[in-house]
């Protein structure tokens, strides 16, 4: 790995500056200054390798190790160093230091974020391979699998060109390397980050070609990984070196700032551990000074900055309620700012973060001061990530390895895991390379519920696409829409955080996704879902007139008109001889705006012709004839439970929905009169068909024959309307 040389001015890494607490939860680390490379330079060449001793040059690895792992056994780190140094020697770095510096540097890096001992190994050898005689047996051998999984992952990533014109396939395989063990990235993400602060004296072409690959991939996965120490670091780096003159200005700005006499940040956090302490709550109250990325963004919202800008103050506590605690006590003694609450211990991030983020007024001047709530153990997740997960591989004691070689991985985040899916479902390399792009560039997530009370992470702008192949993979093919906060909703539907989504699923397995769904996913899992199902069921070419109709497909298709079902038969009777009248010879007829069968409560009225109209009690034409003074006539049913009725169905759209409906009504006995299927409106659709039924106490079970079809939401009887007679 071609790390160079020293960068006279980069940012660091970014660690509290002021620390305070009502009662200190736990002893803080001290801050380590920078390693001088010069220095370790001459330690990796001259301090001692004796067997069993720990050689000089890595001994401030080994403190920072034993502070996150204090049992740790060091002795495959000894073993590690003596094999890297012998191999190494004799390469030098470009500004002039012994190649080892840059090993032990990024080790370094990891054992501070708290990585345990088989990726610290791993991670001084990781170049060995690469770049000396050591094969991957010999590592194998002296160090076990492990490690030798690990160095191979890492040494494949380093072949992969992986800037703006890398090869897909590549790339696909540098990133399935990742997904099968994310210390392999945690490994590269610390040595790239050792190699920008090492970036000075190259070439300012190249700098600004490792800086932009650094920014579009490197640093949106180590957000995935949650890795935020990394990410921060990184992303001040990346900006010294894209936008030198930005830059400039923010570290001037964060100067100035730091000749203030008054600290507005300092005196809240005063207040806050005041308020703390008489509550009885055991906290650490410190000042989180920002990063100069997140600066700038804040000082391109809001200028002139004030002191409260600069940072946020966090609080650390011991358990999940005393966070809940600090936020009602912040919240009664101080004036919160009620749109800035967010939940993330409830409903934690796709990349394991959690925390409670609030803010709070200052009473002098009206600042507004942002506070993180976090337990000791949430806050180190969310600066290692995944390295402070240890070895996520490593089955627990009381439960066996998988079998057959295969990797146990409770505590993956779900991003990789999803990573893997997408890799395999893709129909090509090109298709995952282009949703992979897309995913990286999404920053923001909301997070939407199910009925049962779980939960669904997805990115901003998701729809009900998403969220079907999110919760069901490749069954929610057979999705035809959904409920949103109770109410029907199509599947191009955007959802919004917090948003309760039902998703209305077929039962058909071998349904097949709109077309138009693509134009609506938004997560990788969605979009190579649909184009590989597409691709592997092309649409038919259209069938001949004579064939079945079909229900209009996805968002908007066109709808069409269902037949009126033709036979050799008569042509459908009236049914009017159900009816009994107080008017001997006159001619009955059900009123159509409403319908009537057995044994709804009905009432008939003379009209024209000597004709009755028969119409459901309930019908807003029955109190309009009143009203005109129409006869009103006695009827009642008499003994056949023959009858007509028309009846309202409800549907998303899907390829033969039709053909399906009218085989369930056939099936239960009904005999359609007439149907006919309105224009979809946003991919629902309405059909109205009036039917006879040789028994009316059949139409119960009709209409839960039509519900049962897959696609129909919704049935009911023809409601009276206010036309007339």
């Known amino acids: 790995m071609n790390a160079e040389a020293v960068n006279p001015a980069s940012p660091g890494p970014v660690t509290p500056q002021v620390s305070g607490a009502a009662a200190p939860a736990a002893p803080r680390r001290k801050a380590r200054p920078r390693i001088d490379l010069r220095r370790l330079g001459r330690a990796a060449l001259l301090g001692s390798a004796a067997r069993g001793r720990l050689p000089d040059a890595i001994s401030h ?22 094999l890297a140094e012998s191999s190494h020697r004799g390469q030098m770095r470009k500004s002039g230091e012994p190649y080892i510096t840059h090993p032990l540097a990024v080790t370094l890096i990891l054992a501070e974020l708290g990585a345990e001992t088989t990726t610290l190994t791993a991670s001084l ?24 999984y690990l160095v191979d992952g890492v040494t494949k990533l380093e072949k992969v060109d992986y800037g703006a014109a890398a090869e897909p396939e590549t790339f696909r395989k540098m990133l399935l390397a990742t997904g099968n063990d994310v210390r392999v990235m945690s490994i590269k993400l610390a040595d790239r980050l050792h190699n920008m602060r090492t970036l000075g004296v190259m070439r300012r072409e190249k700098q600004e070609r490792i800086a932009k ?127 800035e609450f967010k939940d993330f211990i409830a409903v934690p991030k796709f990349n394991l973060y959690q925390s409670l983020h609030t803010a709070v007024a200052r009473a002098e001047d009206g600042q507004v001061i942002e506070v993180l709530i976090r337990t000791h153990q949430m806050h180190k997740v969310a600066e290692a990530g995944v390295v402070a997960l240890g070895n996520p591989y490593a089955a627990p004691a009381e439960e066996p390895a998988a079998g057959d070689g295969e990797r146990v991985d409770p505590t993956r985040p779900g991003w990789l895991s999803r990573l893997l899916d997408w890799q395999r479902g893709a129909p090509d390399p090109d298709t995952f390379w282009s949703t992979l792009r897309e995913d990286l560039a999404q920053d923001r997530e909301i997070t939407v519920f199910r009925p049962d009370g779980g939960t669904l992470g997805l990115p901003e702008g998701a729809t009900c696409v998403d969220a079907a192949y999110a919760q ?8 035809m829409g959904a409920r949103v906060n109770g109410r029907l909703a199509t599947m191009s539907t955007v959802l919004k955080d917090g948003d309760t989504v039902q998703l209305l699923m077929g039962q058909d397995p071998a349904s097949e996704p709109s077309r138009e769904w693509l134009e609506h996913a938004r997560t990788p899992a969605a979009r190579i879902a649909i184009q590989r199902r597409l691709a592997a069921h092309p649409t038919p070419a259209p069938a001949d007139a004579t064939a079945a109709p079909a229900a209009p497909e996805g968002d908007g298709s066109p709808a069409q008109q269902a037949p009126r079902p033709t036979g050799d038969g008569p042509a459908p009777r009236p049914a009017s001889a159900d009816v009994l009248v107080d008017r001997p010879g006159a001619t009955v007829r059900l009123a159509r705006c409403c319908t009537p069968v057995p044994p ?14 028969v119409h459901r009690a309930g019908c807003a034409v029955v109190g309009r004839m009143r009203g005109a003074g129409r006869q009103e006539v006695g009827v009642s049913w008499g003994e056949s439970s023959e009858c007509r009725v028309t009846l309202l169905a409800e549907s998303f759209g899907r390829p033969h929905l039709l053909a399906d409906l009218t085989e369930a009504m056939a099936l239960e006995g009904a005999e359609i009169v007439s149907a006919t299927v309105e224009p979809p409106d946003r991919q629902r659709v309405r059909h109205t068909y009036t039917v006879l039924l040789p028994d009316a106490a059949r139409l119960p079970a009709l209409m839960r024959a039509m519900r049962d079809v897959a696609g129909v939401y919704d049935v009911s009887r023809a409601q009276p309307q206010p036309t007339g007679a």
């Open 472 to 479: 069901y993979g490749e069954d929610a093919h057979a999705a």
């Open 213 to 339: 690959v650094t920014r579009d991939v490197l640093i949106p996965l180590a957000e995935r990984l949650g890795v935020q120490a990394l990410k921060s670091e990184l992303e001040d780096l990346v900006f010294q070196v894209l936008h030198p003159e930005e830059y400039a200005h923010t570290r001037e700005l964060v100067a100035e700032n730091a000749a203030r006499a008054d600290d507005p940040l300092a005196a809240v956090a005063d207040d806050v551990r005041k308020v703390l302490r008489d509550a009885g709550l055991t906290a650490e109250v410190l000042i989180r000074p920002r990063h100069y990325v997140s600066l700038h963004r804040v000082s391109r919202k809001r200028d002139p900055l004030g002191g409260a800008d600069f940072g946020r103050l966090l609080v650390l506590v011991q358990e999940d309620a005393d966070c809940y605690a600090v936020l009602g006590e912040l919240h009664t003694c101080m004036t919160p700012v009620v749109s």
């Open 600 to 613: 709804d409560e009905i009432t008939g009225f003379a009209v024209r012709g000597g004709v009755v109209t």
């Open 61 to 82: 690895v080994a403190e920072a190790h034993r502070a996150h792992h204090p049992d740790a056994d060091l002795e495959p780190l000894r073993r590690a160093y003596v």
């Open 125 to 148: 050898l990781h170049d060995t391979v690469e770049d000396t005689d050591v094969t991957l047996d010999q590592v194998g051998d002296q160090f076990g699998a492990e490690v030798r």
